[in-house]
């Protein structure tokens, strides 16, 4: 596993490190992965997050069909697949959050479609931002991208930094909204400055 850190389960919030991981104890770099890693665990996102895109599709029609029963699979979803998942989902469903979620589930479900594919990469980014805001650090976020999966640091300056950025759709939006009014904004309310 090397000196990756992925988000696991929880409650109680369990992450996965390598052994790189558990020896670098400091530093800001297993800080940012710590604090991304909690915040998608805390979302209770830690599979979305590390699921394909091309699986999460059928994922999330399965969840969807597993709440809302009249659910039916959009177009392009495989149903084979969804079926697996819905039926491994209600399994492990309370019946009480299925009754909560059902209204919601039902209403929101024909909106989302198959743009579901995106939700891993949303949930990424999200605990990217989450770990910008708590280090500051723009550099550190991008190394602890690179350090989450698994891959050597990204290049310290010039034209093959750029190309680093672009290349990595999680270092693409940290970038954006690393210098965006929102990230002001949310430095601000949280007493860390500008």
């Keep these: 596993m090397g000196a990756a850190g ?23 770099v297993p800080f940012a992965l710590l604090v991304r890693a909690l915040q998608i665990v805390k979302a209770h996102a830690a599979t979305i997050s590390r699921c394909s895109p091309v699986d999460l599709v059928p994922m999330m029609a399965g969840l969807v069909a597993a709440i809302a029963k009249e659910g039916v699979p959009h177009a ?16 492990a469903m309370p019946a009480p959050l299925v009754a909560e979620l059902a209204t919601t589930t039902a209403t929101l479900a024909p909106l ?7 939700l891993g990469s949303a949930v990424s980014q999200w605990g990217t931002r989450t770990a910008l805001l708590a280090t500051g650090d723009l550099n550190t976020t991008f190394r602890a991208l690179a350090n989450a999966a698994g ?7 010039g034209t093959e930094r750029i190309r680093w950025i672009v290349r990595v759709p999680e270092a693409r939006d940290a970038a954006i909204f690393g ?3 929102a990230y ?11």
Excluded: M, W
């Design 151 to 157: 891959r050597p640091p990204p290049p310290e300056r």
């Design 112 to 118: 989302i479609g198959t743009r579901s594919s995106q």
């Design 184 to 194: 002001a904004e949310a430095r601000r309310r949280l007493g860390l400055g500008s």
């Design 76 to 91: 392009g979803v495989d149903a084979r697949k969804a079926e697996e998942a819905r039926t491994r989902i209600a399994e």
């Design 179 to 181: 210098v965006s009014d």
């Design 6 to 28: 992925l988000p696991g389960s929880g409650p109680p919030a369990e992450i996965v490190g390598g052994q790189e991981k558990l020896s670098a104890a400091g530093g800001p």
